[in-house]
Every structure is written in C-alpha cells, then in structure tokens.
C-alpha cells in the first residue's frame, strides 16, 4: 500500500501542511487496540476548526487502548496526484490508511460534503457501499446535526450516533473493543447487533422503508427485533460533568477558527422557525463560569494562543455573560489574550460588550435581521423589531463605526416581493440614520443574502423551498433595488441552495444518485467554484429521482417523513403548531424566560434546561446585563446556517469584517 | 536581554510555510511561559524574529530565533521550557544570551551550507568541474508574483563552489551560499541553473533540499558561527 507522499506531489499542491500533520497537541498512540478516524468531509482548515471533533479527540485519546486521529479532504489538486500515483488516504497522526482503521467516523455537517464522504472512503481504500464492506473493513460511522435525517446516505454508513458524542461514542468504542477481543463474534452483522443495543445508535441496514405510489414515505419499520422502532438521540445532561479538551490540536497553518474555541453551551431556545440547530441541540444547558473559567486557563496555557472566543448557537444568551465577561479580561489582559464573541449577531448592540471584548473593529459590524419586513421576521419568529435595528445601528454609529453589514434570507415562506424589497428599505434606513446621527452621508452598508432551505425538525418541514427561478428573480429584485451609493449586495447562489435543500428534506432513493454523481467526479460541492449543478441534476434525472418533488412541494400535514424514526426529541405537533403560528404571524417566547412551549425536548430526554444565571452572581452585578441579554436577540442561527453554506467563508461574528 | 536559539525545521515540518513557522516559534514561545518582551500600543507584538527566511520544502538544522525579554532568565533552563513547546519537527539545539542592543540576528546572517540530494545518477563531474571553473554564470530569476519583472544574476557570487557525490540511485551536492543585505539565492535555482547551463536533466521538483548551516562572514571572508553558544545536549 502506497502511502508516501512524495516531495513533489507536496511540493506541488495548494498547502501542503494540509497533509503533514504533527501539530503541538497531537496525540501518536502506535499500539492503540482500537482506532478510529476522525473525518472531516472538507478540507483541513474548515475541519480543524470544527469543535465536536477537537472534544472527541481528546475524549477518546484518554481512552485506554484506543486512539483517535484526524484525517480530511484532500482537495483535488492533491486527490489528482494521489490517484495518479495509487497513494492511499492515511490518518496525520499514525499515517494508517483509512481501511487500516477500525472505525471511521464522518460528521455531517453539511449536505454538500455528502460526496466528499464517499470520495475519502474510496481513497482510503475502503468500499464505498457498506453492503460491499468486507469482514476486514472498518465500519463507518456518522454524526453531527444532519443525522437527523441521513436517509441520502443510508446505503454509505453502517451506522449512526443521534446527539452529542461524548457519552455516547466511547460507549461504541468500548463495545467494539469487547466484539474485537471476543473473536469478532458474528462478523460484521455480529457487531452491528451488538452496537445497536447502545440508546442512541441507528444501523439503516435494520429499517425497511415502503413507499406510497406518490413517493411518499409509507413506512419505515424496523426488520429485526434488535432495533428500536424510533431511535432518539443522546445529551450530555450535564455538561460541566464532562471533558472538555484542555490541549488541543494547535495547527501549523491557518485554520477559518484559529483560536480557543470556548464552548459556553449548548442548545437555543430562541425558537427561530427556520433553524435547524435550534430545534435539534435543545435543551439548552450552560456550562458553569468557574468551569468555563478553569478550561480557560489550561487553554491558554497549553495552546499558546492569543484570542478566546465564546462560542454557543447564541452567546449573548449566556445567563452570566456580564460578570463573567469581565472576569475573562480581567484573567487574560497581562497574558496578552483576548476574548471575543464570534457568534454574535448582534441585534440590539450593546457598545459597552463590543468595546469590552474588542471583537468588533471599527471597521464594521455586522447584524442579522433575517428577514427585511416586521411581517417576515414575525413569522420566522425572530423576536426584534425595526426599531431594535435601528436602535443598534445608531449605537455603533455614535461610537464612530461606519460600515455595517446586513444577513438576510430570501425565500421563505409566505415571502411577497414586497417583503423582498423591504431588506433594501432596510439598509436604506440604516444608512439615513448614519446621516441622522453624524450629519454626514458615506455610511457603507452591505447587504448579504442566502437563499432559505426549509430543513427536517423546523416548524418549516413542510414547505416548498423557492425554485431556481424564484430565487434567480428575488435576487435580480434586490440587484436593482440595491442599486444606490454605498450599498453592496451579496448572495449565495442559488444553485447550491436547491441541492441542499434535495438532500435536508431527502430519502434512501438519493443514495443512487448520490453515488453517481460522485462517480461522475463531484466532490467539494459546498465550494462554488466546483459545484456543477447540471451534473447534479443529471445524476437526478438518470436515477429516476424529480428533484421538484423533494423541494417544491408542499408536504402534507399528515405525510410521513422520511426522517421520523430519528428522534431529536421535538414533537411533531409542536412544530406543527409552530408552522400555523407562522402564518398567522404570532409569536412565540423564549421558554427560558417564560413558561414551557411545549416542544417536548426537556420531558422525552429527562434533561432540564440549565441556567446558572440567578445562582452563580451577585444579582446587582447581573441587572445592567439583563437587558443586554434580551436585546440580543439570537441572531446567531444564522450565523450557523452560513456556516454550514460557505464552509471556506470565516465568520468571525461580532461583526468584524 | 536577548535570547538566541538554534532550532530545526526537520523533515516531517518541511512543508509548513516560513510564515506558519515563525506563527508556531511564537505560539510555543507563549506556551514556554518565557517573558517575553511586547511592543507598545494598541495591537502589541511580540518581539521576537528569524533569522533568515526558509523556502517551503526546506529542511534547516540550522534556523536561528532571537526573542527580547522583559527580564534575565537563565538560558539552559529558558531552552529546556522551550523545547518542550515545541511540536515535533522543530528541536533546540543551542541557546544563547545576549544584550537587548546586540545587532539583531537578521543583519549578521552571511552564509549558509546546503546538501541537496536528487534521485538522479547522470554524469556530473563535468558540470560540477566547468561550474567551479567558469568566472561568471548567469541565471535568469522569475521574481515571485510579478511576472514580467526578471533578474539575472550571477550564480557564481553566491555560490563559487559546488562538490558532488554520486551513489547507487541518487546525486548529492553540497555548496555554500552567500547571503547579503540585498537577498540570496535559493538552493533549487542552483539546479535549475545546472539544468540550463549543462543540459543536466536533474529532477528539480524531487530534490531533497537541507541546509546544514547558517554562519556570519566576516570582512575578511572568515566563517563564524552565529551563536558563542551554550549547545544542548540531545
């Protein structure tokens, strides 16, 4: 087996250090009984600042006996000359190809990196089918937040872990350990009946899906008495009872997040009716101040870095962000560390936090509307008001910012060209209260569209995302309409929605024409330079597969989806609910601070939320942060979802452009 | 005062960009707890830097890193805390202590060694013999990034002599190189130069590239080793 990559294949490619490892922090565990890989379906900047695997790494790395390494995407200027030359895909640390690995482990982050999962396994010498899959073979495994629906790659993974990893995966790992010593018992089939008793754990292979004569999901039931009829997913109840790495990985090279990435908690609570991650990470639970404060120091200490940020779905909602911001800087000021908050849309902007952490430059801020008209954020259940923009924009102006970046999205339900048009008025309102508070014209403002995917577990399931067409004529609105001094207008393209919309809302049947295409030679799909949607739609085409009907069609109230026996734990009816609140353009509160919305989450896991606010702090010192709180609203889905789009395109929020 | 390191870039770095390795010399500064000086204002540095520049591809044993501190430290102790922040790949093999306004490393730089290994067994010893021999040999340099721009330059006043050894499967040549105010030249451009010189065909791109040493030149063309160092043991 060819692993070398010799001096002129690195030589050659764009950044070579993508596939040299040996970064400070590594862990080389040679004689490791059990080895799983830990692949990132996109190239090594974007996966390297992925945090579920810097946490899985260090997890399963204290493991007696087991060892995790990292291994990612060559892009395909390397991908040419590895397959010229027959070198096979190897882990960085150990440098064992993937079919020497005794698990390889994909997170979907993404549905455009579908085909790049597909690509990695064939270039680590693995089949690419898990029916293939020899008795000597690894079993692939997959994660992440599109395991909620990994129906498009049911024929590819063997199996799957629903929710968060850190209890769940060393269970899996622990289990095949003891398959391993016992004489792999049973083989492959033998091992799969095993994994499947762990809660949590979805093998495809053990479901039979029926369809009806429309297409629809008919059924999908269990075909042996092992696998549950639903499988719901894993939390970590508490999150401050378990690891969080203390010395990661600290790459040679820069990564899109190339700093501590301090995961403050999880879950939002927002309830914003387009987002996934909201929806699917509930409950939310924080991680204690002095925890987070502790984890910290050893960071800095171990990583050398400069800069901590906060991360979460919304920071601002941290319940003792205040005080606890001001203990961060007053900690790391003599270590010459800063701390920012990446994810912050910022709505209602609070000068005094932006100040504080120094994550906004004054060269621009950026805040996250969504939606251009009242009546759009209404039913998208945004929660702020014009006023709280205008409010924000005329603090950071007063401040001397004079450049302020505007997130849409276009494309969601019940959206009027009139409501389109409103994100223009927007910016113009923005840019007259420049003129208002400064006297002066030249405020820079660019506004930056992406187009709606409706996704699985969203009070939007069952809406058609706009067509090609739509989007193409929502955008050329907005070009025109954008069409005055100091505005800039930005948008995703379209092409790329409409496939990530096929696979979010997609069944098994896809499987055929995902691996055709992959054959065909696609690969990187998230990265528009090359994405070939023509191919994509012939790959449809040729397996019989109408793409309209994944995305243009209004789904019944009483349609089976293909996704329901994969259980994030919200309940259908409440999501229901929530779409019919949508079009009457009602709100709904944040159960944080208000009552229970009934979503289902808190009661089916046996997890509360948890919120350290009331406890952990002085409540005088807690009250000029209690309206900070509210007013930020969590703009921050988005900054998920854009995350998730432009997988090159680093979003350091706070707004620093 | 100031601390001077002898360090490596070996072979499983050699592909990491001078500037990731200046960033990761920085980080393991940090990580090694030394108290190192900053510069004043609004965005501090830290005050530390290389001696010269590495081409991507390159592996040194012979890089050198100088960092400004705020206070005296002892410099075996001060390199034990260094080396252990370092990643694999880059280890110290000296260490020096100096005054803050000694001359930075970066100006005194003058020469380096190379030994440069290619899987090529051709005939040499005649290139090699009419390379030392010949008063002036030009070679055309693409300047990076623009271009148009060109530069000849004289190969021979930075590298006078080159000395060859062929074994089974592979050709090693060893030279020095002159390093001045205004540049260098880099060691794969002595074998494209070969290349278009004598019709060598050597395989430029597969080239094994080491530089074994980086010394100071003095006005009478007299080597001196960087550092009046205190070596390190392993």
Same mark, same amino acid.
């Given at each position: 087996?060819?692993?070398?990559?010799?001096?002129?294949?690195?030589?050659?490619?764009?950044?070579?250090?993508?596939?040299?490892?040996?970064?400070?922090?590594?862990?080389?565990?040679?004689?490791?009984?059990?080895?799983?890989?830990?692949?990132?379906?996109?190239v090594y900047e974007v996966g390297m600042s992925y945090l579920g695997f810097k946490i899985l790494y260090h997890l399963v790395n204290k493991m007696e006996g087991i060892a995790a390494e990292r291994v990612y995407a060559p892009w395909?200027?390397?991908?040419?000359?590895?397959?010229?030359?027959?070198?096979?895909?190897?882990?960085?640390?150990?440098?064992?190809?993937?079919?020497?690995?005794?698990?390889?482990?994909?997170?979907?982050?993404?549905?455009?990196?579908?085909?790049?999962?597909?690509?990695?396994?064939?270039?680590?010498?693995?089949?690419?089918?898990?029916?293939?899959?020899?008795?000597?073979?690894?079993?692939?495994?997959?994660?992440?937040?599109?395991?909620?629906?990994?129906?498009?790659?049911?024929?590819?993974?063997?199996?799957?872990?629903?929710?968060?990893?850190?209890?769940?995966?060393?269970?899996?790992?622990?289990?095949?350990?003891?398959?391993?010593?016992?004489?792999?018992?049973?083989?492959?089939?033998?091992?799969?009946?095993?994994?499947?008793?762990?809660?949590?754990?979805?093998?495809?292979?053990?479901?039979?899906?029926?369809?009806?004569?429309?297409?629809?999901?008919?059924?999908?039931?269990?075909?042996?008495?092992?696998?549950?009829?639903?499988?719901?997913?894993?939390?970590?109840?508490?999150?401050?009872?378990?690891?969080?790495?203390?010395?990661?990985?600290?790459?040679?090279?820069?990564?899109?997040?190339?700093?501590?990435?301090?995961?403050?908690?999880?879950?939002?609570?927002?309830?914003?009716?387009?987002?996934?991650?909201?929806?699917?990470?509930?409950?939310?639970?924080?991680?204690?101040?002095?925890?987070?404060?502790?984890?910290?120091?050893?960071?800095?200490?171990?990583?050398?870095?400069?800069?901590?940020?906060?991360?979460?779905?919304?920071?601002?909602?941290?319940?003792?962000?205040?005080?606890?911001?001001?203990?961060?800087?007053?900690?790391?000021?003599?270590?010459?560390?800063?701390?920012?908050?990446?994810?912050?849309?910022?709505?209602?902007?609070?000068?005094?936090?932006?100040?504080?952490?120094?994550?906004?430059?004054?060269?621009?801020?950026?805040?996250?509307?969504?939606?251009?008209?009242?009546?759009?954020?209404?039913?998208?259940?945004?929660?702020?008001?014009?006023?709280?923009?205008?409010?924000?924009?005329?603090?950071?102006?007063?401040?001397?910012?004079?450049?302020?970046?505007?997130?849409?999205?276009?494309?969601?339900?019940?959206?009027?060209?009139?409501?389109?048009?409103?994100?223009?008025?927007?910016?113009?309102?923005?840019?007259?209260?420049?003129?208002?508070?400064?006297?002066?014209?030249?405020?820079?403002?660019?506004?930056?569209?992406?187009?709606?995917?409706?996704?699985?577990?969203?009070?939007?399931?069952?809406?058609?995302?706009?067509?090609?067409?739509?989007?193409?004529?929502?955008?050329?609105?907005?070009?025109?309409?954008?069409?005055?001094?100091?505005?800039?207008?930005?948008?995703?393209?379209?092409?790329?929605?409409?496939?990530?919309?096929?696979?979010?809302?997609?069944?098994?049947?896809?499987?055929?024409?995902?691996?055709?295409?992959?054959?065909?030679?696609?690969?990187?799909?998230?990265?528009?330079?090359?994405?070939?949607?023509?191919?994509?739609?012939?790959?449809?085409?040729?397996?019989?597969?109408?793409?309209?009907?994944?995305?243009?069609?209004?789904?019944?109230?009483?349609?089976?989806?293909?996704?329901?026996?994969?259980?994030?734990?919200?309940?259908?009816?409440?999501?229901?609910?929530?779409?019919?609140?949508?079009?009457?353009?009602?709100?709904?509160?944040?159960?944080?601070?208000?009552?229970?919305?009934?979503?289902?989450?808190?009661?089916?896991?046996?997890?509360?939320?948890?919120?350290?606010?009331?406890?952990?702090?002085?409540?005088?010192?807690?009250?000029?942060?209690?309206?900070?709180?509210?007013?930020?609203?969590?703009?921050?889905?988005?900054?998920?979802?854009?995350?998730?789009?432009?997988?090159?395109?680093?979003?350091?929020?706070?707004?620093?452009? | 005062?100031?601390?001077?390191?002898?360090?490596?870039?070996?072979?499983?770095?050699?592909?990491?960009?001078?500037?990731?390795?200046?960033?990761?010399?920085?980080?393991?500064?940090?990580?090694?707890?030394?108290?190192?000086?900053?510069?004043?204002?609004?965005?501090?540095?830290?005050?530390?830097?290389?001696?010269?520049?590495?081409?991507?591809?390159?592996?040194?044993?012979?890089?050198?890193?100088?960092?400004?501190?705020?206070?005296? =430290?002892?410099?075996?102790?001060?390199? %034990? !805390?260094?080396?252990?922040?370092?990643? *694999?790949?880059?280890? &110290?093999?000296? /260490?020096?202590?100096?005054?803050?306004?000694?001359?930075?490393?970066?100006?005194?730089?003058?020469?380096?060694?190379?030994?440069?290994? =290619?899987?090529?067994?051709?005939?040499? %010893? !005649?290139?090699?013999?009419?390379?030392? *021999?010949?008063?002036? &040999?030009?070679? /055309?340099?693409?300047?990076?990034?623009?271009?148009?721009?060109?530069?000849?330059?004289?190969?021979?006043?930075?590298?006078?002599?080159?000395?060859?050894?062929?074994?089974?499967?592979?050709t090693e040549l060893r030279f020095h190189c002159r390093i001045t105010h205004n540049g260098s030249m880099k060691a794969v451009d002595l074998l494209n130069t070969l290349n278009e010189q004598y019709g060598l065909g050597l395989p430029?791109?597969?080239?094994?590239?080491?530089?074994?040493?980086?010394?100071?030149?003095?006005?009478?063309?007299?080597?001196?080793?960087?550092?009046?160092?205190?070596?390190?043991?392993?």
């Amino acid at each position: 087996m060819n692993k070398e990559l010799a001096i002129d294949m690195l030589a050659a490619v764009k950044k070579p250090a993508r596939y040299t490892g040996g970064e400070f922090g590594s862990i080389f565990k040679e004689d490791a009984e059990v080895r799983i890989a830990l692949a990132f379906p996109d190239v090594y900047e974007v996966g390297m600042s992925y945090l579920g695997f810097k946490i899985l790494y260090h997890l399963v790395n204290k493991m007696e006996g087991i060892a995790a390494e990292r291994v990612y995407a060559p892009w395909i200027d390397m991908e040419q000359m590895m397959r010229e030359r027959q070198v096979v895909l190897t882990t960085l640390e150990t440098r064992r190809a993937l079919c020497e690995c005794d698990l390889v482990g994909f997170t979907l982050q993404y549905e455009l990196s579908y085909t790049n999962i597909l690509n990695m396994l064939d270039l680590g010498g693995v089949s690419v089918l898990a029916t293939e899959r020899g008795e000597e073979e690894p079993f692939v495994v997959v994660g992440g937040p599109c395991v909620f629906n990994p129906e498009p790659l049911a024929d590819i993974f063997d199996f799957a872990i629903l929710g968060e990893g850190e209890e769940a995966l060393p269970e899996v790992l622990a289990c095949y350990q003891a398959w391993k010593r016992d004489g792999r018992p049973g083989g492959r089939q033998g091992f799969l009946h095993r994994v499947v008793q762990i809660p949590g754990i979805y093998v495809p292979s053990f479901y039979d899906v029926v369809y009806n004569e429309d297409n629809t999901v008919q059924s999908v039931t269990p075909n042996t008495p092992d696998a549950p009829p639903t499988v719901t997913k894993r939390v970590v109840a508490d999150l401050n009872k378990v690891d969080f790495p203390t010395a990661p990985v600290v790459p040679f090279g820069e990564i899109v997040h190339d700093r501590i990435m301090l995961e403050m908690f999880r879950g939002c609570s927002r309830g914003c009716r387009f987002c996934h991650a909201g929806m699917v990470y509930r409950p939310v639970r924080e991680r204690r101040p002095e925890v987070l404060r502790e984890i910290a120091h050893k960071q800095v200490e171990n990583t050398g870095y400069e800069e901590i940020s906060l991360v979460s779905l919304s920071t601002a909602d941290y319940s003792c962000l205040g005080p606890f911001l001001d203990e961060m800087i007053t900690d790391f000021k003599d270590k010459k560390v800063s701390v920012s908050l990446p994810s912050l849309r910022i709505d209602a902007f609070s000068v005094d936090v932006a100040k504080k952490v120094q994550a906004v430059r004054k060269s621009g801020l950026t805040f996250a509307p969504e939606a251009g008209s009242q009546r759009m954020r209404d039913v998208i259940n945004k929660g702020v008001t014009e006023d709280d923009l205008l409010h924000a924009v005329s603090a950071a102006f007063e401040n001397g910012w004079k450049k302020v970046k505007l997130y849409f999205m276009i494309g969601l339900p019940g959206e009027t060209d009139e409501d389109v048009l409103a994100i223009a008025q927007l910016a113009r309102k923005v840019q007259w209260k420049f003129k208002e508070i400064t006297g002066k014209g030249g405020c820079q403002v660019t506004v930056s569209t992406s187009s709606f995917v409706p996704k699985p577990y969203t009070a939007f399931q069952w809406v058609p995302q706009d067509t090609l067409e739509e989007i193409h004529r929502k955008q050329g609105l907005l070009i025109e309409a954008t069409r005055v001094k100091n505005i800039s207008f930005q948008y995703h393209d379209g092409k790329t929605s409409i496939m990530e919309g096929v696979f979010a809302r997609g069944d098994r049947r896809l499987g055929k024409a995902l691996y055709l295409a992959w054959q065909r030679g696609q690969r990187f799909d998230g990265w528009a330079d090359v994405f070939d949607f023509e191919r994509w739609q012939q790959a449809l085409k040729d397996c019989g597969l109408d793409p309209d009907f994944y995305n243009h069609r209004q789904r019944g109230g009483q349609e089976v989806f293909p996704w329901e026996h994969l259980q994030p734990a919200v309940n259908r009816a409440f999501l229901a609910n929530e779409y019919r609140k949508a079009k009457q353009e009602l709100l709904t509160a944040d159960c944080r601070q208000g009552s229970c919305n009934g979503c289902g989450v808190c009661q089916r896991l046996g997890v509360p939320v948890m919120d350290w606010g009331s406890r952990a702090y002085d409540a005088s010192q807690e009250k000029g942060f209690a309206s900070l709180a509210e007013k930020m609203a969590g703009g921050d889905n988005l900054s998920y979802s854009l995350a998730t789009q432009s997988p090159g395109l680093p979003q350091r929020g706070g707004g620093a452009e | 005062m100031k601390l001077r390191f002898q360090i490596t870039k070996d072979k499983e770095i050699r592909f990491i960009s001078h500037l990731e390795y200046v960033r990761t010399i920085g980080r393991a500064i940090r990580r090694a707890k030394l108290p190192a000086a900053y510069s004043q204002g609004f965005n501090p540095h830290m005050k530390y830097s290389l001696a010269s520049a590495l081409g991507v591809g390159v592996v040194s044993y012979a890089e050198f890193v100088e960092l400004e501190l705020t206070e005296p =430290v002892e410099p075996l102790a001060a390199a %034990a !805390a260094f080396k252990k922040a370092l990643p *694999r790949g880059i280890r &110290v093999l000296a /260490v020096d202590a100096v005054e803050t306004n000694a001359p930075a490393l970066m100006s005194v730089a003058g020469g380096a060694e190379y030994r440069v290994t =290619v899987p090529w067994t051709g005939d040499i %010893a !005649a290139a090699v013999e009419q390379f030392n *021999r010949a008063p002036e &040999v030009t070679f /055309v340099k693409q300047a990076p990034k623009t271009k148009e721009k060109v530069k000849t330059i004289d190969v021979k006043f930075y590298i006078p002599e080159i000395s060859a050894v062929q074994r089974e499967d592979e050709t090693e040549l060893r030279f020095h190189c002159r390093i001045t105010h205004n540049g260098s030249m880099k060691a794969v451009d002595l074998l494209n130069t070969l290349n278009e010189q004598y019709g060598l065909g050597l395989p430029v791109e597969k080239a094994d590239i080491e530089r074994l040493d980086l010394y100071r030149v003095d006005e009478q063309g007299n080597k001196w080793p960087m550092l009046d160092s205190l070596y390190i043991q392993g």
